[in-house]
């Protein structure tokens, strides 16, 4: 009796978890706004960088340096490592107004911000 | 004998929360302009409080997370769980772990249980986190679901072999209140659990609880805090069958060690707690009068 419990709130659950995996989905499908930053000289360039609020973004993160890089934003949820000379692609969520860092995690002076208004 | 034991391991706790205390002052004059800090993810500065974090859509981590439990009423009581977890990120929203139990039971001369000395492989768990409401720099406030099915084939407080079946459900939130410096952690939890005996009894009882914790960044790597938790143990799953009740309170230490690697600890002990029934001070029966948490862990 309590396993057929336990078993339906592991299924509830799961629901739960596969309708957040497939909320980004829709939100793909808007048409998003791209935005495209080099990585040189351990260097973020624009390291400012703006897009519109509730849209979906795509960065477009291309690496000059001779060694990898790692994209990564703790407000974005992001992270993805560039290796050198390539162009790493990371899709961000439709985001509410406000100020989102991100850095190359592999070297601390390397900052930047996305302003979303 | 006993009591000289107890009083080493205040002298250690106090000596500890001196060094912890010379350590934020020196940390506090030190500390840069924590405008230029990267920003931290929350869900485990806060000790046993579990943060609203759930990482970042690709990060993956391993972790050796162990829970230590010490004194009863009687005897010599030491129990551990160490949960070795893996953890990951699949999308902006939901963060999934999975692992194994380990359990390690010190038990000796306790009216109670059998004395008992082992370590043993203890079972399994998983964990699904969604994040419901995000911290944005107009929002400070995050909150997180969490699910966690756990499989125990040993019993966390006697350690004799059982089948048991545990469902926590939590809520996970924080609140930045001072940008890259302060945060404040709330949890509610629901743990109903249900233990079959290898005699065929079986026992129904649930946990339900909350904490409040504040946590205090005094150096980029370095979070130092404290948390309080009341717990409510129920002989049924329902809160038809309440058995007693407990407050908890202690200290949290949080480091980044590396970028990819952080450790975090926690120390609760029992400040008030009463067991129906039974006019003793504190609740032996079901909660321990101190818990302690040590856990490692490295992203990849």
């Known amino acids: ?117 | 004998m006993r009591g000289a034991i107890q009083s080493g391991r205040f002298h250690a706790i106090a000596l500890g929360a001196a060094a912890c205390f010379s350590f934020w002052q020196g940390g506090a004059a030190r500390a840069d302009d924590a405008s230029s800090w990267r920003e931290i993810e929350t869900k485990y500065i806060f000790g046993f409080t579990t943060g609203s974090g759930i990482g970042l859509e690709g990060e993956k981590e391993f972790t050796i997370d162990t829970v230590g439990r010490f004194g009863k009423r009687d005897g010599h009581y030491t129990a551990t769980e160490t949960k070795y977890e893996y953890e990951f990120t699949p999308s902006q929203f939901v963060q999934i772990e999975f692992g194994a139990l380990g359990a390690t039971h010190n038990i000796r001369g306790m009216t109670d249980l059998d004395d008992r000395n082992q370590i043993a492989f203890a079972g399994g768990f998983a964990e699904f986190r969604y994040l419901a409401i995000e911290r944005t720099s107009n929002n400070p406030l995050s909150v997180t679901l969490a699910f966690e099915p756990n499989v125990r084939l040993i019993d966390e407080t006697g350690g004799e072999r059982v089948h048991n079946y545990e469902f926590e459900t939590a809520v996970n939130a924080d609140l930045e209140l001072v940008k890259n410096r302060l945060y404040a952690g709330f949890n509610l939890l629901y743990e109903p659990e249900y233990t079959q005996t290898l005699f065929g009894d079986t026992v129904r009882e649930a946990t339900v609880g909350g904490s409040a914790a504040l946590a205090v960044r005094v150096l980029s790597n370095l979070v130092l805090g404290g948390e309080v938790w009341y717990l409510r143990h129920y002989d049924a799953v329902d809160f038809s069958a309440f058995t007693g009740d407990a407050v908890l309170l202690g200290p949290s230490l949080y480091i980044q060690i590396t970028p990819k690697m952080f450790m975090t600890a926690a120390w609760n002990a029992q400040v008030w707690g009463r067991e129906i029934g039974n006019p003793v001070s504190f609740n032996l029966a079901e909660f321990q009068r101190h818990r302690a948490r040590l856990k490692f862990a490295w992203e990849f």
């Not at chain 1, 935005?35 to 795509?58: E, W």
């Not at chain 1, 477009?60 to 000379?85: I, P, Q, W, Y």
């Open chain 1, 1 to 117: 009796m309590f396993a057929v419990a336990i078993m339906k709130r592991l299924t509830l659950a799961a629901a739960i978890c596969g309708i957040a995996l497939l909320q980004a989905a829709p939100s793909q499908a808007q048409q998003a706004t791209e935005i495209r930053v080099t990585y040189s000289n351990g260097q973020f360039q624009p390291n400012q960088v703006s897009a519109p609020a509730d849209k979906p973004i795509l960065f477009r993160v291309k690496n000059l340096d001779a060694k990898a890089m790692e994209f990564e934003s703790t407000s974005l949820r992001v992270e993805k490592v560039v290796a050198a000379g390539t162009e790493g692609v990371i899709n961000v969520r439709a985001l509410k107004a406000g100020r989102y860092e991100f850095y190359d995690d592999f070297n601390d002076k390397a900052r930047g911000a996305l302003t979303v208004q």
